[in-house]
């Protein structure tokens, strides 16, 4: 009588990806989580965000202070917030990126919560960076992560201006 053996799963070949996926759902398949390694606070307000996530398959965003940097030189979206700031209380410009990073750390955040639920907590993150002068000191880069994520767990959202 003819035996059948099973290939061991480590060894299987994986099926191909569904032709109708995208390159970055299919990675996926794989375990393997794609981060958005930009954010932009029109991307966030005109739901191109979201759609990347539940479209293209994004897992995650990546924030940091060049790519906040570059948002606001090529963009309007926050021109209107940082005259409005800058007209208030006196504030260095690591205050007032803080501000504009925080809100729009948060509104992304909200965007990738059901993807953090669904995956059981394993993707839908929004990175927020610790200033890279305290590489140094691990005691003080651990007190400053802390105070970011306080900031960003329990500030208020204080810009609601729409997307140009």
Same mark, same amino acid.
């Given at each position: 009588?003819?035996?059948?053996?099973?290939?061991?799963?480590?060894?299987?070949?994986?099926?191909?990806?569904?032709?109708?996926?995208?390159?970055?759902?299919? =990675?996926?398949?794989?375990?393997?989580?794609?981060? =958005?390694?930009?954010?932009?606070?029109?991307?966030?307000?005109?739901?191109?965000?979201?759609?990347?996530? !539940? !479209?293209?398959?994004?897992?995650?965003?990546?924030?940091?202070?060049?790519?906040?940097?570059?948002?606001?030189?090529?963009?309007?979206?926050?021109?209107?917030?940082?005259?409005?700031?800058?007209?208030?209380?006196?504030?260095?410009?690591?205050?007032?990126? !803080?501000?504009?990073?925080?809100?729009?750390?948060?509104?992304?955040?909200?965007?990738?919560?059901?993807?953090?639920?669904?995956?059981?907590?394993?993707?839908?993150?929004?990175?927020?960076?610790?200033?890279?002068?305290?590489?140094?000191?691990? !005691?003080?880069? =651990?007190?400053?992560?802390?105070?970011?994520?306080?900031?960003?767990?329990?500030?208020?959202?204080?810009?609601?201006?729409?997307?140009?």
């Amino acid at each position: 009588m003819p035996t059948t053996q099973s290939t061991p799963p480590e060894t299987q070949k994986k099926e191909s990806p569904k032709k109708s996926q995208t390159p970055v759902k299919a =990675l996926h398949e794989y375990r393997q989580s794609v981060w =958005l390694d930009y954010i932009q606070r029109c991307m966030i307000r005109s739901g191109e965000l979201l759609r990347l996530i !539940e !479209e293209d398959g994004i897992r995650g965003v990546t924030s940091n202070p060049a790519i906040f940097q570059k948002a606001i030189a090529s963009t309007t979206d926050y021109d209107k917030l940082l005259s409005t700031l800058s007209l208030g209380a006196d504030q260095d410009a690591l205050a007032l990126y !803080e501000q504009l990073a925080i809100e729009d750390i948060k509104a992304a955040a909200d965007i990738l919560k059901p993807l953090y639920e669904s995956s059981h907590y394993k993707d839908g993150y929004v990175s927020l960076e610790v200033s890279p002068y305290l590489a140094d000191d691990g !005691e003080q880069t =651990l007190e400053e992560a802390r105070r970011l994520w306080y900031e960003v767990k329990f500030s208020g959202h204080a810009c609601r201006d729409s997307c140009h």
